[in-house]
């Protein structure tokens, strides 16, 4: 226990947490795309399902 006490005044630190100098980017583009162009797929179909003589 003796040794310990002195190892524990070595080990113990300091941890500094800042933030950083440019913001943090996300890119959620492609997340978006996806579901705009499951939209129109569906848009579509029922579009050729409701006029199938225009197409």
Same mark, same amino acid.
């Given at each position: 226990?003796?040794?310990?006490?002195?190892?524990? #005044? %070595? *080990?113990? #630190?300091? +941890?500094?947490?800042?933030?950083? /100098?440019?913001?943090?980017?996300?890119? *959620?583009?492609?997340? %978006?795309?996806?579901? &705009? +162009? +499951?939209? *129109?797929? @569906? /848009? &579509?179909?029922? *579009? %050729? @399902?409701?006029?199938? #003589? +225009?197409?």
């Amino acid at each position: 226990m003796l040794l310990a006490v002195p190892l524990i #005044g %070595i *080990l113990a #630190g300091c +941890v500094q947490v800042s933030a950083p /100098d440019k913001p943090i980017e996300i890119n *959620l583009n492609i997340n %978006i795309r996806q579901e &705009v +162009v +499951v939209r *129109l797929q @569906q /848009d &579509v179909r029922d *579009l %050729i @399902q409701e006029n199938p #003589g +225009v197409f």
